[in-house]
T-cell receptor, first 114, second 117 residues
Framework: TQLLEQSPQFLSIQEGENLTVYCNSS?????LQWYRQEPGEGPVLLVT?????EVKKLKRLTFQFGDARKDSSLHITAAQPGDTGLYLC??????????????FGQGTILTVHP | EAGVVQSPRYKIIEKKQPVAFWCNPI?????LYWYLQNLGQGPELLIR????????DSQLPKDRFSAERLKGVDSTLKIQPAELGDSAVYLC???????????????FGEGSRLTVL
């Protein structure tokens, strides 16, 4: 099983600040997803990145997949209280007996204070 | 269109008692997952089904956990007997296709929160 390490584990910031969350692995993934989860709810997909070096933007959120497809980052510009939640990265294993398996990182708990 | 439906939302039991969780995936989704999630942590895969076949149950503690997906639609996850350490949220998810070279979107239910006393 490939491991995904997210950092930081906790992030507490003021409204309007920028932040970056990192997702790292020593293994290569065929694709990587970012999910956001609010208390009492299931995770909801934000983005899927597939190509090494790919950058995707979703309003104030920018996602990047590392060139070697081993790491990814999520950058939020001018954070708002509504961005508060648990951010999860998830990598899809490319082959072998684990083909198709989606492994989640341990998550980053983001709190944005008004 | 209805999302993934799970029940019960909350369950409190004493240790050594049995418990069962039910999941109804999105219509037409062939792939179904059961995940375990501890507070503030990422989901951990317990079992993945392609239609009615369990294609990955390597992380399922088979001495006390069992799952079934009869007819390839609804699924049930059972724990018998429950232990204190089983307290967690059990998430069910479904996807239209199995995650492959470009992982398909997983749609999650709201989860079933289990407390074992």
């Amino acid at each position: 099983t490939q491991l995904l390490e997210q950092s930081p584990q906790f992030l507490s910031i003021q409204e309007g600040e920028n932040l970056t969350v990192y997702c790292n692995s020593s293994s290569v993934f065929s694709s990587l997803q970012w999910y956001r989860q609010e208390p009492g709810e299931g995770p909801v997909l934000l983005v899927t990145v597939v190509t090494g070096g790919e950058v995707k933007k979703l309003k104030r959120l920018t996602f990047q997949f590392g060139d070697a497809r081993k790491d990814s980052s999520l950058h939020i510009t001018a954070a708002q209280p509504g961005d508060t939640g648990l951010y999860l990265c998830a990598g899809a294993e490319a082959g072998g007996t684990s083909y198709g398996k989606l492994t989640f990182g341990q998550g980053t708990i983001l709190t944005v204070h008004p | 269109e209805a999302g993934v439906v799970q029940s019960p939302r909350y369950k409190i039991i004493e240790k050594k008692q049995p418990v069962a969780f039910w999941c109804n995936p999105i219509s037409g989704h062939n792939t179904l997952y059961w995940y375990l999630q501890n507070l503030g942590q990422g989901p951990e895969l317990l079992i993945r089904y392609e239609n009615e076949e369990a294609v990955d149950d390597s992380q399922l503690p088979k001495d006390r956990f069992s799952a079934e997906r009869l007819k390839g639609v609804d699924s049930t996850l059972k724990i018998q007997p429950a232990e204190l350490g089983d307290s967690a949220v059990y998430l069910c998810a479904s996807s239209l296709d199995p995650p492959g070279l470009a992982a398909g979107e997983l749609f999650f239910g709201e989860g079933s929160r289990l407390t074992v006393l």
